[in-house]
Nanobody, 124 residues
Framework: QVQLVESGGGLVQAGGSLRLSCAAS????????MAWFRRAPGKEREFVAGISWIGDSTASADSVKGRFTISRDNAENAVYLQMNSLKPEDTAVYYC?????????????????WGQGTQVTVSS
């Protein structure tokens, strides 16, 4: 079992930055792929970014490329999402997820563990 707890969400103006953190406990996160998803009001949950076991492979959605960066610190059992140049359309609840696969997968059905989510609101 893996427990995931997100933090770092909040209200920010367009063009601003936020850094989300995901603290993992239970099972060592060094052997699992981690990702961030988000769900905007009235929309389906969507993949944002993912990072493989040892951090040598990352993937991100086209909508956030060049603005968001995912990273991990296995010693701290944590994953981060640095979000820059935020836009109002980035407003959503952001979820941390863990997948026992060694590869980054974009479908949410592939992920075994989920956090409760943290709200990010970007004002125009």
């Amino acid at each position: 079992q893996v427990q995931l707890v997100e933090s770092g969400g909040g209200l920010v103006q367009a063009g601003g930055s936020l850094r989300l953190s995901c603290a993992a406990s239970g099972r060592t996160v060094s052997r699992i792929t981690m990702a961030w998803f988000r769900r905007a009001p009235g929309k389906e949950r969507e993949f944002v970014a993912g990072i493989s076991w040892i951090g040598d492979s990352t993937a991100s959605a086209d909508s956030v490329k060049g603005r968001f960066t995912i990273s991990r610190d296995n010693a701290e059992n944590a994953v981060y999402l640095q979000m820059n140049s935020l836009k109002p359309e980035d407003t959503a609840v952001y979820y941390c997820a863990a997948d026992k696969s060694q590869f980054v997968r974009v479908g949410d059905a592939a992920y075994d563990y989920w956090g409760q989510g943290t709200q990010v609101t970007v004002s125009s």
